[in-house]
């Protein structure tokens, strides 16, 4: 069998994976819920575990090498054997208090001077652990697990952390704190970091020879699965709202994440709200079946703003803005048409901001994530959004899958270490 590649994608509700061949074609998917949450690590190698050992057998044995993509911003504590210290700090999680600190480690802004950001989250769990734990992203902590290994980390994952992709650095507010050894060495998205340890090859049935790659965040895998051209804009809807899009220029605003992917700049941003706040009124059967009776060729008159708690990230970055779920129709179909115009809303309110910040407008919208199969969703976003809106069933873990295959195809030096 020809040689394989294996793409990991660790979302906000589960683990999903995706085994390609070095044609791209999709050779084995598979999925699972975590069983306690996102914030347990020990969920997220279960979940690993027992997908690996669910790809057939001969496929197992033809992977070469592996990348990982997380949740952008979902912080751990551990020690320096990757053992956590307590329970991952999640993207969503807002700390307050730490106002003046963030100030003053990145006065220039950028996505680490929120209190949405993962420096907030590094500062409140150096708070509870001291100074002397490592912070590791959900995606680094895996890509450690596989190596044995938790020295690195992967450039987009962290920099909602404060990492200068301009200057490959720390911010100088950063290093002048005694825990910034704490910090991972960051590596570009899509090099080598190693290979995968020998214990956990054996334990895995991996190959002993496989190649751990960088990966990058959820949201920007899922943008590779789609493949976009130069006027597409992608949004995610899945647990939350992401929208991004290529750009000639990174972006520098609050609430706004400037990635380079592939040589070119990646840019937009992630709401709190988004498709788990369905699910907080209505199970999948029962969204099926009221989604039937929605005609989305009319407005319901209602305007909710449906974040699933106080806080938002984009497409403004206020950590007080209010929930508006109310008044609740009788009509659970027409409570749910709401759901989903308000969420259109803050699509088009964030295409709208990206485009105020230099970025240009969409012709094109490209979905992707478990909402996208909603067709009177999709008509409901293309009549706010006034632009066609089409949907891709490719899956997150094959465009992170994308970045393994590219690493083994290229003849560039790896970071591998002992």
Not at 43 to 56: E, N, R, V
Not at 105 to 129: D, F
Not at 206 to 229: F, K, M
């Amino acid at each position: 069998m020809t040689s394989l590649v294996l793409g990991i994608d660790l979302g906000t509700s589960g683990v999903r994976i995706a085994v390609l061949d070095q044609g791209h074609s999709l050779q084995y998917s598979d999925s699972i819920q975590y069983n306690i949450g996102l914030n347990r690590p020990d969920d997220w190698t279960q979940a690993c575990s027992t997908l690996i050992a669910g790809i057939p057998t001969e496929q197992r044995g033809s992977i070469r090498a592996l990348a990982v993509d997380g949740t952008s911003g979902t912080l751990l504590a551990c020690d320096s054997k990757g053992r956590a210290q307590g329970e991952a700090l999640l993207y969503s999680e807002v700390c307050h208090g730490f106002e003046q600190q963030l100030q003053k480690l990145v006065p220039e802004g950028g996505p680490a001077s929120s209190s949405s950001g993962s420096l907030a989250r590094a500062l409140q769990l150096t708070k509870l652990y001291g100074p002397t734990t490592l912070l590791r992203h959900q995606a680094d902590w895996i890509n450690g697990w596989f190596l044995d290994d938790w020295t690195w980390g992967e450039e987009g994952n962290n920099l909602r952390l404060g990492w200068d992709l301009d200057h490959h650095s720390w911010p100088d507010g950063l290093t002048e704190q005694p825990w910034l050894t704490r910090l991972p060495i960051i590596q570009p998205s899509g090099s080598k970091l190693g290979t995968i340890a020998t214990s956990r090859a054996r334990e895995l049935g991996l190959p002993s020879d496989v190649q751990i790659v960088a990966g990058t965040t959820d949201s920007n895998a899922a943008v590779l699965a789609t493949d976009p051209g130069d006027d597409d804009g992608i949004t995610v809807l899945g647990t939350t709202l992401v929208m991004k899009r290529f750009t000639a220029l990174p972006i520098r605003a609050p609430g706004i994440t400037s990635h380079r992917v592939g040589g070119r700049w990646l840019c937009g941003g992630a709401s709190n709200a988004g498709a788990g706040v369905l699910r907080q009124f209505f199970s999948d059967e029962l969204l099926l079946e009221l989604s039937r009776q929605i005609n989305p060729e009319t407005n319901s008159g209602l305007a909710f703003r449906p974040l699933p708690r106080p806080g938002e990230r984009f497409p403004v970055d206020d950590p007080f803005l209010r929930p508006i779920l109310e008044p609740r129709p009788v009509s659970d179909a027409l409570f749910l048409q709401g759901l989903l115009e308000g969420l259109a809303e803050i699509e088009a309110q964030g295409w709208n901001t990206l485009t105020a910040l230099g970025a240009k407008p969409p012709k094109r919208v490209i979905s992707i994530g478990g909402g996208a199969r909603n067709p009177q969703w999709r008509r409901i976003r293309e009549r706010r959004l006034g632009i066609p809106v089409v949907t891709s069933r490719q899956q997150p873990a094959a465009g992170v899958g994308r970045l393994a295959l590219a690493a083994i195809e290229d003849a560039r030096p790896s970071t591998e270490h002992d």
